[in-house]
């Protein structure tokens, strides 16, 4: 069959969701890789007239058709649909049942796991699939974004990030340079193909009328990838210019961050510094209080003498404290203590001493006879104990204990 719109709308028309009916409607669409962006366009624009169990239909259909471009590393038809395909996604994902999304959202998966497109483009899909179930989280619940923020959890971590305010004009930038890109690509192969064919050297016998058609035709061919360059050197200078800008503000940022950095450091040991001086203050403070050994003194000039190398950290002198438990009194008097033996034979001793004294001092008194002449020396006397008691004033054994009087009797 050969190529033209009506072809593609029958091929479209009579796709369906076998496996059989895909793979042979992708392989001829990319028999025609030339047309290709000719060709997303008119799929698009199926897509948009189609029921939800079609656009699904549509949507394996380009699956297929990038992955197999992808292997054979022909670039037509990604960077064809790059610029349409996620509107596609997000159409066939509106309005379309909880089964249906779900394999829509694997489709998308799958493209990021194998870098099928270009991260903007990606990027692209995945904020308007989360965008349509923020959308209708609002509607039924109000609580706000819950599950498009976690629509691509499995996947890497820059599938559920927003892309943010300051790249948010790159993306149409970037699409633009790559569909120009895409259009650059195909005019450059036609031109080069008719070209070659006219500059061949085994052309021969061509009529000079003909020859001047196919020379009119290399022109055309060659205009238009000429203008297809223009466009895309205009496309890609934009998204360079918008990329420098960025680059700028962010070095100029860096050179900011960068003073406040250094700014913070001094502050940070100016205070620093401030802070030890004060706890210098507070320990000669505490120095000149206690006096005690183990704290710092001073120098003549008032500061606070510098620990010694061995010196180690200062210690406080332990207060005083009281006994936890009070000392507890007896609750009986203690008795004095009985009179030992050698109190009590002191005065016994003494008695008998005295005695001893009087005998002898008797003895050598003189002795007067009746008549009243000499006194004559006595030998002996002997005196009885109450003699010499009545001599002495009293009882020998006056004043004695009655223990000690027993004992001498």
């Not at 030339?34 to 060709?39: F, I, Q």
């Not at 109000?142 to 996947?155: C, E, Q």
Request: aromatic share 4%; glycine share 6%.
């Amino acid at each position: 069959m050969a190529y033209d719109d009506e072809a593609v709308r029958a091929k479209l028309s009579a796709l369906n969701e076998t496996q059989e009916s895909i793979v042979t409607t992708a392989q001829w669409v990319m028999f025609h890789r030339r047309h290709a962006e000719h060709t997303t366009r008119i799929w698009l624009t199926r897509l948009k007239d189609s029921g939800s169990s079609k656009r699904l239909n549509l949507i394996y259909l380009a699956n297929d058709i990038v992955q197999q471009s992808r292997a054979r590393k022909k670039d037509d038809f990604p960077t064809a649909f790059s610029p349409i395909i996620a509107e596609a996604t997000s159409i066939a994902y509106k309005g379309a049942s909880n089964e249906v999304q779900q394999k829509l959202q694997r489709v998308i998966e799958v493209w990021r796991q194998r870098q099928i497109f270009e991260e903007p483009i990606q990027l692209a899909i995945e904020r308007r699939i989360s965008d349509i179930n923020s959308l209708r989280t609002q509607s039924r619940s109000g609580l706000g974004s819950g599950m498009g923020s976690s629509l691509f959890s499995s996947s890497s971590s820059t599938s559920t990030t927003p892309v943010p305010p300051e790249l948010a004009h790159l993306v149409p930038l970037q699409i633009a340079s790559s569909r120009a890109s895409s259009a650059l690509t195909h005019a450059s192969t036609a031109a080069e193909a008719e070209y070659t064919k006219v500059t061949d050297p085994s052309n021969t016998g061509v009529t000079p009328a003909r020859q001047s058609a196919q020379l009119g035709g290399v022109l055309k061919t060659l205009s238009a990838a000429s203008a297809a360059i223009e466009t895309s050197l205009s496309a890609r200078i934009a998204l360079i210019q918008s990329l420098s800008a960025l680059l700028e503000s962010n070095q100029t940022l860096l050179a900011h961050e960068t003073a406040q950095k250094a700014e913070l450091a001094s502050r940070k040991a100016q205070i620093e510094e401030k802070k030890q001086a004060i706890e210098d203050v507070i320990l000669q403070e505490l120095s000149a209080h206690s006096g005690g050994p183990g704290r710092r003194g001073s120098t003549p000039n008032g500061s606070p003498t510098p620990l010694s190398a061995g010196q180690g950290p200062l210690e406080m002198a332990a207060p005083e404290m009281e006994p936890l438990s009070p000392v507890v009194e007896p609750l009986t008097p203690e008795e004095p203590a009985p009179p030992s033996l050698l109190a009590i034979a002191q005065p016994a001793a003494s008695v008998s001493s005295a005695l001893d004294q009087a005998v002898a001092a008797a003895a050598m008194r003189p002795k007067r006879d009746a008549s009243g002449g000499s006194m004559v020396s006595v030998k002996k006397m002997k005196f009885d104990d109450d003699d010499l008691a009545a001599q002495m004033g009293g009882d020998a054994n006056g004043g004695l204990d009655d223990d000690v009087a027993a004992m001498l009797e």
